[in-house]
C-alpha cells in the first residue's frame, strides 16, 4: 500500500494528522534525514538513508510503516508480521523496540484528543537470547512489528517459524 504524495505543503502532510500533530509537539521539525527520507518511503520506493547518529534515521524508516498501521483495522493474528526491522545488535534491537513505544503511545494520546480512534501496532523482539516459550507465542501471535538480529533472523528463515515473516511489507535494516 503506497501513499499519495502529490506535493505536500509540508513533508508531515504525508501522515494522517494526528501523526504529524504528535511529531511536531514533541519533536519539532523534522530533521534533513527525515524530510527527503520520507516521501520516497511514503510512495513505497526501496530507499537508502545516511546520515549521521542521532539525526533521526530510526523514526525516518518507521514513521511511515506506523502510521499505516495504526490507521489499519487489527489484522488477524495468523497473517503476520508486517514490518522486519534487522538490528545488527542485540542490544540495539531492545533499545529500538523499546524506543517505538514512544511514537507509538504519543500519537495514540494525540488521536483520542483529536476524537480520531487508532490501533497501537504490537511489536515484538526475537534475538537469541528470546526463550522457547516466548518464541512460541511469536508464532501463534505475531507481531505487527518484528524487530530482530541478522543471526535470528537467519533461524527464522531457516525454520517453519518463517511463515510469520511472508507478510512483510516493508524491511528496515540498520
Known sequence: MSYSVAAPASVLDLFQASVGAWFQQELGEPTPAQALGWPPIARGDSTLLLAPTGSGK?????????????????????????????????????????????????????????????RAPSVHVRTGDTPPRERARMLRAPADVLVTTPESLYLLLTSAARQILASIDTLIID
Not at 511511515?64 to 490507521?71: H, K, P, Q, S
Open 58 to 118: 530510526t523514526l525516518a524508516a518507521f514513521l511511515v510503516a506506523l502510521d499505516r498501521l495504526m490507521r489499519t483495522p487489527q489484522a488477524s493474528k495468523l497473517r503476520g508480521a508486517s514490518v522486519l526491522y534487522v538490528s545488527p545488535l542485540k542490544a540495539l534491537a531492545v533499545d529500538v523496540e523499546r524506543n517505538l513505544r514512544f511514537p507509538i503511545d504519543g500519537i495514540r494520546t494525540q488521536a483520542t484528543r483529536q476524537g480520531v480512534e487508532l
